[in-house]
């Protein structure tokens, strides 16, 4: 569940580094839900719509405003998980611009999103995969 919450916690922060689990998680539950909200949307549009004559009723309509206010919300974290997720593998989060290049963009997610990252301490912070890390992350907040 940690892993689940800590994207919507550290909303539009780029700072740091992010665990592969961590980055998977997010991007399975954000497609996953995007499209269970859009599916929603469309069944219910399409619902309303046959039963009053019109292309889509206001139950569609919801549904889908609802899918893409979900989308819209779930980008700045998706970039910030992005851009830690690079900092995790020792590279610059500026890479993730890359994303923007059709077809590329897709490869370097896939590639980035399953290379391990550093074992140990890299200019971006403490490994994440260690216990005390996410401890020692809020100490450092603290007294700074």
Known sequence: ???????WRHYADFN????????????????GGFLLLALIGGVFGDLAGRSS???????????VALAVIYFLASIIPGWA???RRLHDQGTSGWLILTTFI????????????????????NEYGPDPRLPDAESREALGELFS
């Open 16 to 31: 740091g580094r992010s665990r592969r689990g961590e980055y998977w998680l997010f991007k399975l539950t954000f497609w």
């Open 81 to 83: 998980l992005t851009v």
């Open 102 to 121: 059709p077809y590329i963009g897709l490869i370097f997610v896939l590639v980035f999103g399953c290379i391990p990252g550093n074992d140990f301490e």
């Open 1 to 7: 569940m940690e892993l689940l919450l800590r994207p």
């Open 53 to 63: 004559g019109e292309p889509m009723g206001a139950a569609g309509i919801a549904g």
